[in-house]
C-alpha cells in the first residue's frame, strides 16, 4: 500500500508496491503513446529531431483536449 509523500533534499519521495508502480507505468506509456506523432514518410528529419509538426490540428477526441488545451482560441497560427 501506498505510504504519505514527504519533501526531501533531492525533492518528493514516497513508497509505492510493485503493482501499483507497474500501474503509474502503464498510465505513463499509454499518455505517450497518445501523445506521439504519427510518423510520415516524408517528413523533414530537422523537424523530426525538434518535434515541429507543420500539419498538427487540433484533436478532435474529448480526453486529448483535455489533455492538450488551446491557449490561443483567437490567433490559429499562434496555436
Known amino acids: 500500500m501506498a ?3 514527504k519533501y ?3 525533492g518528493i519521495k514516497g ?3 510493485p503493482a501499483e508502480r507497474e500501474l503509474l507505468r502503464s498510465l505513463f506509456d499509454d499518455v505517450i503513446s497518445m501523445l506521439e506523432p504519427e510518423q ?3 517528413e ?3 523537424a ?3 518535434g515541429l509538426d507543420t500539419e498538427a ?3 478532435s477526441d474529448r480526453a486529448m483536449r483535455r489533455l492538450l488545451p ?3 482560441k483567437n490567433d490559429d497560427d499562434a496555436s
Open 44 to 46: 523533414d528529419p530537422l
Open 40 to 42: 510520415r514518410a516524408n
Open 57 to 59: 490540428r487540433e484533436p
Open 70 to 72: 488551446n491557449v490561443m
Open 3 to 5: 505510504k504519505a509523500f
Open 48 to 50: 523530426a529531431l525538434v
Open 8 to 10: 526531501g533534499l533531492k
Open 15 to 17: 513508497h509505492l508496491e
